[in-house]
């Protein structure tokens, strides 16, 4: 059955850095989307990036744009956060997901959407602290 595994999160000073992993089984990762997601205590779980494996698409949230990289890695069916110049209102916790990438411009218009994606990981905690 599909399954996504995120790891890498930890805790980490403003200013650091981290990379959280998304592997994927029972599923090929091209004709998919990932995105990655989080949420804090008390806020709402926002779209943080996202990327169509097939078409190489790659949207970021603005809050994140210039610091986090969105890679993904067809051989070892993993999509990758590459996070830098961390800051305290990035802790949270992440989560990816997966929807089978449709129409082009679906992405443009959906990425961010939590209710677009069918299948979700468990989350990785991420915590910024001095």
């Known amino acids: 059955q599909v399954q996504l595994v995120e790891s890498g999160g930890g805790l980490v000073q403003p200013g650091g850095s981290l990379r959280l992993s998304c592997a994927a089984s029972g599923f090929t990762l091209d004709g998919y989307a990932i995105g990655w997601f989080r949420q804090a205590p008390g806020k709402e779980r926002e779209g943080v990036s996202c990327i169509s494996v097939r078409d190489g698409d790659i949207l970021y949230a603005d809050s994140v744009k210039g610091r986090f990289t969105i890679t993904s890695d067809n051989a070892r069916s993993s999509v990758y956060l590459q996070m830098i110049s961390i800051q305290d209102e990035d802790t949270a916790t992440y989560y990816c997901?997966?929807?089978?990438?449709?129409?082009?411009?679906?992405?443009?218009?959906?990425?961010?959407?939590?209710?677009?994606?069918?299948?979700w990981g468990q989350g990785t905690q991420v915590t910024v602290s001095s």
């Open positions: 997901a997966a929807v089978r990438a449709g129409v082009r411009e679906a992405l443009a218009r959906y990425a961010f959407l939590d209710y677009w994606y069918d299948y």
